[in-house]
């Protein structure tokens, strides 16, 4: 580039920074900061929050909060990318007191937080179950005018069955609704996996069916969820009535196995194979865990025998 006599500026190593950061390239990154101070470019506000991003996604937030000192005392006032970077930053870092600040100064300094500034947060809060707080984001978020996107639904969702709020859901559902938002296949999962980890199969079942007659999208992680949480809650007969429905069946031949129903594991593990289907890595090993402690029906060896266990090689 240089030698075809074309000067590189500020844009430049800016991209260049960034594609370095991109790839984990912390120290080259750093090579061309230097690089193009050396060469009398000034970073501009982009740079320095390329640069904050770096640090923060690298472990590294003293060096991240050395970068932004350079910066302020460079006079250069930090936008909504630096604010949205350090709330980032924090939030991978789970501290959300931390990212909350940030987010609190960027109002503050007159700088207005767009819909990704609330999302991290959100996802944050939601993350250290802390759902008062993301709510109140969530509602603060909407009151700007700023519409949520279906990913901001599926956090507060998925926080809201981890801590057992699955009848708060419902509002939430029928407000993507009206806003024209369906849910996608990831919502419907979601949903499907709090209700059966919180024991209320059957509103599970109830949802399956009103998705089905709605033709809402149902993969199928949405079925082994449910398999699961029925073989879970030793609701076999359930179970076993989604099985054609399934591509892999390993979360039902373990209910069958670990309630008991040995004879009845055989049976499904026969007619998987039967269908193209074979019992996958996490089916295989617990079957090998009930042999080595005596608890597996001797018609189960077969499939057993078929599993090596792991050696661990010499250095």
């Keep these: ?52 991003d770096m640090h923060f996604k690298e472990g590294m937030a003293a ?52 819909l990704h500034s609330h999302g991290f947060l959100i996802d944050g809060f939601c993350n250290e179950k802390r759902m008062d707080e993301a709510l109140r984001l969530f509602e603060g978020m909407t009151s700007m005018g700023l519409i949520p996107e279906l990913v901001t639904y599926n956090c507060l969702i998925h926080g809201l069955c981890k801590v057992g709020r699955t009848w708060a859901v419902e509002n939430l559902l029928e407000e993507m609704q009206a806003r024209g938002l369906l849910p996608g296949s990831q919502t419907c999962a979601i949903l499907l996996d709090g209700l059966c980890k919180n024991g209320q199969l059957d509103s599970t079942i109830s949802l399956l069916q009103l998705m089905e007659e709605n033709k809402l999208p149902l993969n199928n992680v949405a079925y082994t969820i449910l398999v699961e949480g029925m073989c ?14 399934l591509s892999s069946k390993g979360s039902e031949t373990d209910g069958f196995v670990t309630s008991g129903e040995i004879l009845k594991a055989l049976q499904l593990k ?36 078929k599993v090596k266990k792991p050696t661990t090689e010499k250095l």
Excluded: W
């Design 232 to 245: 879970k809650a030793g609701n076999l007969v359930a179970a076993k009535g989604l099985f054609s429905q």
């Design 1 to 52: 580039m240089t030698s075809k006599g074309v000067v590189p500026n500020v844009v430049t190593y800016t991209s260049l920074i960034h594609g370095a950061s991109l790839l984990s390239k912390q120290k080259g990154a750093m090579r061309l900061f230097d690089e193009m101070r050396g060469q009398k470019i000034t970073p501009n506000v982009l740079t320095f929050s390329v640069l904050v």
């Design 270 to 305: 026969d007619e998987m194979e039967a269908r193209g289907f074979s019992a996958d890595a996490s089916t295989s090993e617990l079957f090998v865990h009930l042999v080595f402690n005596g608890e597996l029906d001797s018609s189960l060896q077969p499939l057993a025998q």
């Design 63 to 114: 060096d991240a909060h050395r970068v932004m000192d350079v910066m302020v005392q460079r006079g250069i006032k930090p936008n909504v990318v630096t604010y949205k970077s350090l709330m980032d930053g924090y939030c991978l870092q789970r501290e959300m007191d931390e990212a909350r600040n940030v987010f609190d100064t960027m109002i503050a300094m007159g700088c207005e937080p767009d």
